[in-house]
């Protein structure tokens, strides 16, 4: 069955970094493009990045624009989400996603935390 494990969240100081990875199974990884979403409570989920399954086009959040770089990995079956100039605001629950033929998976999501 399909798994999206994500890992590498944390608590960081603002202006910090941090890499987010996702670890993807049981579909044709290399077939599907992959998103990042973030939530925060009492919020919709955000669609933050986007990355295309052959080519590595990307998508952005305009807030997200110029800080954050989506990447994969076909070969480990892995999306990455580097984060960089982080801010407080960036604080939230971060997903990763992938829209199959048949449905939409979601990972179980890794807290980023921004703050001093």
């Known amino acids: 069955q399909v798994q999206l494990v994500e890992s590498g969240g944390g608590l960081v100081q603002p202006g910090g970094s941090l890499r987010l990875s996702c670890a993807a199974s049981?579909?044709?990884?290399?077939?599907?493009?992959m998103s990042w979403y973030r939530q925060t409570p009492g919020k919709q989920r955000e669609l933050v990045a986007t990355?295309?399954?052959?080519?590595?086009?990307?998508n952005y959040a305009d807030s997200v624009k110029g800080r954050f770089t989506i990447s994969r990995d076909n070969a480990k079956y892995t999306v990455y989400l580097q984060m960089n100039s982080l801010k407080p605001e960036d604080t939230a629950v971060y997903y990763c996603?992938?829209?199959?033929?048949?449905?939409?998976?979601w990972g179980q999501g890794t807290q980023v935390t921004v703050s001093s």
């Open positions: 049981g579909f044709t990884f290399s077939s599907y493009a």
């Open positions: 990355i295309t399954p052959s080519w590595g086009g990307t």
């Open positions: 996603n992938v829209q199959t033929t048949f449905r939409s998976y």
